[in-house]
């Protein structure tokens, strides 16, 4: 009986230690495998090209961050990384669109839209100037509203400033005209410069 119960504490005291070594083992294997799961940041690349497929967003607007970085030899991981965010604005402002019942044109449009959500720029705010803005002019109104928060104005303000010069060509030309100059002073450049679009109509 002595024996048995001299068997069963030594049993039982070294539980503890045996429970500890399999979980040192378990977590040197999660360890191991979460290691042979990290993506390489062409992996990443190329993931985030096929949830922009999946999202219907254009390739050309990843491409063109691919492009872009690898011209100034940024690092792959770094591009990587900036592949992914504009992946997430893209289709934030694919939503916000979708919400405003804006049916999106062309790349630009979905382009300008993320810009400005990037810059700053509420989703309400975007929302409610792409169902006032006229369809030809929504996308110069958006960029001129992304500016615009650039320059230090709320979402709101600067909405109220763009509702108030989109009704007419001339007006919204003289306020992007206007919002372009102060932007260069402090050595920027326009959202729609950036996205290549210049023409107002």
Known sequence: MKYRILTT?????SAPVMVAAQSSGVNSTAQAQGQA???TPQARIDAAFRAAAEARVPASLLSSKVDEGRAKRVPQERIATAV???LRS???ASAALNRADVEIRSAAELSVAA??????VSESALIR???SAPGERRVVAVAVLADLVRLGQSSESALTRVNAAVATSAALANLNAEVAS????GGLSSTLDAAGVIRIP
Do not use: P, T
């Open 129 to 131: 100037l792409s169902r």
């Open 37 to 39: 799961q990290v993506k």
């Open 182 to 185: 102060q932007l260069r002073l």
């Open 84 to 86: 992914e965010a504009r």
């Open 9 to 13: 504490m030594i049993a039982l005291a």
């Open 115 to 120: 810009d400005a959500l990037e810059a700053g």
């Open 90 to 92: 893209l289709v934030r």
